[in-house]
């Protein structure tokens, strides 16, 4: 497992933009898929976005594409999330995930970072 600290969640208005970041911890960051999931409140948790560990391939829920980006930096071991053209539906704690490569779940989740977008 890795430690995993997400940052960069806040207050924005509907239409803005933020980027949230996930810093992790381990030499081997590059062999985990890395994934960004968010839990409103009163809702179950559901799945955002996705990155493979090489940065090659990116998964997108419906609801966000076209509208966030999944990135990541393996020399940092840092992934991260730019949230453009924000809508109050997306007001959640933010979480991300590292699932190995070689397993078919998340095994590691971060604290989680609250987003709050205001009409």
């Known amino acids: 497992q890795v430690q995993l600290v997400e940052s960069g969640g806040g207050l924005v208005q509907a239409g803005g933009s933020l980027r949230l970041s996930c810093a992790a911890s381990g030499r081997t960051f590059s062999s985990y898929a890395m994934g960004w999931f968010r839990q409103a409140p009163g809702k179950e948790r559901e799945f955002v976005a996705a990155?493979?560990?090489?940065?090659?391939?990116?998964y997108y829920a419906g609801s966000v594409k076209g509208r966030f980006t999944i990135s990541r930096d393996n020399a940092k071991r840092t992934v991260y999330l730019q949230m453009n053209s924000l809508k109050p539906e997306d007001t959640a704690v933010y979480y991300c995930?590292?699932?190995?490569?070689?397993?078919?779940?998340?095994?590691?989740w971060g604290q989680g970072t609250q987003v709050t977008v205001s009409s």
């Open positions: 990155i493979s560990g090489s940065g090659s391939s990116e």
């Open positions: 995930a590292a699932r190995p490569a070689n397993r078919d779940k998340y095994d590691s």
